[in-house]
């Protein structure tokens, strides 16, 4: 089975300085998919930034970006510049080739202070 | 992405009541699920939902407890039935989309059980 870690339940940063938040998971495929979505206080889910697993390229999405490492089943994401509506929980989610099931990590609760 | 609407937003039931939520998306997909999120913790798949047949259950999740519609294509249902103070969560409809791998999210709906 799939498992999903993020071993920061808590994270700081001040604004326009960069935060890396680190995630980690488990499987035993070779086709998969990553997300980072965000819940910020209105609890609304936001698709952040997606990784497919076969492209060695890390993904970006203008002030985000990962780092992912398959041989070592890692995958954080930077956010540069934070800014104070980038707080928010960080979840970390990891989807099997052709399936539709989300497995979501625990969550990082980001604050960005002034 | 899309437009993803959730009714209600919020609601406070009695235990052993039932509760209907509503999820409308603004353009038609094959595939919508319904997660739940427990207070503090991160999201769980309950079901997915596919037009045309009946919904597929996640491990730990009945259709008894948590009977799912599926009318069209645009619009999906849950019901918590039999309400008792631990289904006490957020709900959220999630539909996919630009791929099946891609999942937008709609704002939830709060649901406390006393």
């Known amino acids: 089975a799939q498992t999903v870690t993020q071993s920061q339940p808590e994270m700081s940063v001040q604004e326009a300085e960069t935060v890396t938040l680190s995630c980690t998971y488990d499987?035993?495929?070779?086709?998969?998919?990553l997300f980072w979505y965000k819940q910020p206080p209105s609890r609304q889910m936001i698709l952040v930034i997606r990784?497919?697993?076969?492209?060695?390229q890390n993904a970006t999405e203008n002030r985000f970006s990962v780092n992912f490492q398959k041989a070592a089943k890692s995958f954080s994401l930077k956010i540069s510049d934070s800014q104070l509506g980038d707080t928010a929980m960080y979840f970390c989610?990891?989807?099997?080739?052709?399936?539709?099931?989300?497995?979501f990590g625990t969550g990082t609760r980001l604050q960005v202070f002034p | 992405s899309a437009v993803i609407s959730q009714k209600p937003s919020r609601d406070i039931c009695q235990r052993g009541t039932s509760l209907t939520i509503q999820c409308q998306v603004d353009?038609?997909?094959?595939?919508m699920f319904w997660y739940r999120q427990q207070p503090g913790q991160s999201l769980t798949l309950i079901a997915t939902?596919?037009?045309?047949?009946?919904?597929?259950?996640e491990s730990g999740f009945v259709i008894d407890k948590f009977p799912i519609s599926r009318p069209n294509l645009t619009f999906s249902t849950l019901t918590v039935s039999n309400m008792s103070p631990e289904d006490s969560s957020i709900y959220l409809c999630?539909?996919?989309?630009?791929?099946?791998?891609?999942?937008?999210f709609g704002p939830g709906t709060r649901l406390l059980v006393l």
């Open positions: 939902a596919n037009q045309g047949s009946e919904a597929t259950y």
């Open positions: 499987t035993s495929e070779n086709n998969y998919y």
């Open positions: 999630s539909v996919g989309l630009g791929g099946r791998e891609t999942q937008y």
């Open positions: 989610a990891f989807m099997k080739y052709n399936t539709d099931k989300l497995i």
């Open positions: 353009s038609q997909v094959t595939m």
């Open positions: 990784q497919e697993a076969y492209k060695q």
